[in-house]
C-alpha cells in the first residue's frame, strides 16, 4: 500500500515544487502550470513504469507475484517490459510534447486501465485481497485519468493560443 500512495504522492509533490519554482517566463500561468503537472503524471509516471518493470523482470520477480496473488510465470516477464516500454514513452516526452505526448498518454491510460480492471477482476472473481492486487487499483486509475485531463487541458490552451507563450 505504501508503495503505491507515496509514487502518486511523489508525482502530486513533484509538479506541485516545479510550479513553485519555475524560473520560465510564463512560470504560474495556467498553462505553463498544466504542461508542468502533464509532465510529471506522464514522464515521472513513465519513470515509475519503468522501475515497477524491472521490478517484474528483476531478481525478486517471484516475491513480487506473490505479493499481487499471482503466480511467477513468462506473462509476469512480459508485463515488466510492457511497463518498461509504455514508461520509456512516457520518459521521451519530456522532449517531445506534440503528438508524442498524446501517444504517451494513450499508452499510460490503456496500460493502466487494464491491469485496474484485470486486479478489479482478480479481486471480485477470485477473491484475490493480495495487498499490491488491492492497493494498485486506485494508482492504476487515477494516474492515467490525471494525465488525459491534463493533455486535453493542454491541448486546448495550444488551441487558443494561450500556451503559445509558454513553449
Avoid: C, K
Wanted: aromatic share 12%; charged share 10%; hydrophobic share 55%.
Amino acid at each position: 500500500m505504501a508503495f503505491f500512495v507515496v509514487t502518486f504522492l511523489g508525482l502530486v509533490v513533484g509538479a506541485l515544487l516545479h510550479s513553485l519554482l519555475d524560473r520560465a517566463p510564463a512560470r504560474r500561468t495556467r498553462p505553463r502550470v498544466v504542461e508542468l503537472w502533464l509532465l510529471w503524471f506522464v514522464a515521472g509516471g513513465g519513470v515509475l513504469s519503468m522501475l515497477g518493470g524491472l521490478v517484474h523482470i528483476g531478481p525478486y520477480a517471484p516475491e513480487v507475484a506473490d505479493s499481487i496473488g499471482f503466480a511467477h510465470s513468462a506473462f509476469q516477464w512480459e508485463v515488466g517490459w510492457a511497463d518498461i516500454a509504455v514508461g520509456l514513452i512516457g520518459f521521451l516526452s519530456i522532449w517531445n510534447r506534440g503528438s508524442f505526448m498524446n501517444a504517451a498518454v494513450i499508452a499510460v491510460a490503456v496500460l493502466y486501465w487494464g491491469d485496474a480492471a484485470g486486479h478489479v477482476m482478480q479481486l471480485a472473481a477470485h477473491g484475490n485481497t493480495a495487498p499490491n492486487n488491492v492497493w494498485t487499483i486506485p494508482t492504476d486509475i487515477l494516474q492515467p485519468l490525471v494525465a488525459v485531463v491534463l493533455l486535453v487541458t493542454y491541448r486546448r490552451y495550444q488551441r487558443s493560443g494561450l500556451a503559445a507563450a509558454v513553449q
